[in-house]
């Protein structure tokens, strides 16, 4: 039988990183961590212009055109 846990316990919400369009915030759970659920934390971006959180394709976007210099705006 597969263990069900309910990932509610988490810790502190706090500022992992930033660059020039966002925030990266973080809030690790050492149940998922107990789990082997890696990276055992959930991660949100925050824009720096309006403040929504990016969806994946946003990231995905921003990454793939910082790595790819003809996708860069001119």
């Known amino acids: 039988m597969q263990k069900e846990t309910d990932y509610t316990d988490f810790s ?32 949100a971006v925050v824009d720096k212009t309006d403040g929504h959180i990016w969806t994946r394709s946003e990231q995905e976007k921003f990454y793939t055109q910082k790595s790819i210099p003809e996708l860069q705006a001119a």
Not at 12 to 38: C, N, P, Y
């Open 12 to 43: 502190s919400i706090k500022l992992h990183r930033e660059t020039e369009s966002f925030w990266v915030f973080v809030s690790g759970s050492q149940a998922m961590i107990d789990d082997g659920i890696i990276p055992g934390a959930f991660f």
